[in-house]
């Protein structure tokens, strides 16, 4: 199953952060992994979260505006090195990496990354090729 981040565009204002974040857990919807870009007047909210269909459902509900994005969502060893074995097949298939943020860390080994790639299926094909694991929806992100 596809990781899909949320995308919401939020007003740059003191509270609104923390309002998504109540919503979410109010809804026993738990974030994953986070980013967030200013723009003067407005942020930029990425989310990736454990239950993405009731995420969207939630805060389309209360009026905000949310879009999708498939996204690639990778583990990557805490070592020297360890980013790169994720990063180099991407560039030998001559793949854009569109935006890239880190996420959650497991048992303090490894980083949970969220990619954004100009090429979904061919990324996700270079990637197994290499023997990188992609995380999936059932996964239990």
């Known amino acids: 199953m596809p990781i ?3 995308i919401i565009h939020l007003p740059n204002e ?5 309002e998504i974040s109540g ?3 109010a809804n026993d919807i738990n974030i ?13 909210l990425s989310l ?3 239950n993405h269909s009731k995420g969207v459902q939630v805060c389309r509900s209360l009026g905000f505006d949310v879009r999708e994005r498939e996204v690639l969502a990778v583990w990557v060893p805490d070592h020297p090195g ?8 991407l560039y030998d298939s001559q793949i854009i ?17 969220i990619i954004e790639v100009s090429d979904i299926e061919a ?7 290499s023997g990188v694991n992609l995380i999936n929806s059932h996964e239990g992100l």
């Not at 003191?14 to 923390?18: A, E, R």
């Not at 360890?82 to 097949?89: A, D, I, Q, Y």
């Not at 990324?123 to 090729?129: D, Q, R, V």
């Open 123 to 129: 990324s996700k094909l270079a990637l197994l090729t």
């Open 23 to 25: 919503i979410l857990g």
């Open 82 to 89: 360890g980013l790169n074995m994720v990063l180099k097949p």
């Open 48 to 50: 990736v979260v454990d």
């Open 14 to 18: 003191p509270g609104k952060l923390s």
């Open 97 to 113: 990496v569109d935006r890239l943020y880190l996420a959650a860390c497991r048992n303090n080994q490894d980083t949970m990354v």
């Open 32 to 44: 994953r992994a986070m980013d967030i870009a200013l723009t003067g007047i407005e942020g930029i």
């Open 4 to 6: 899909y981040e949320l």
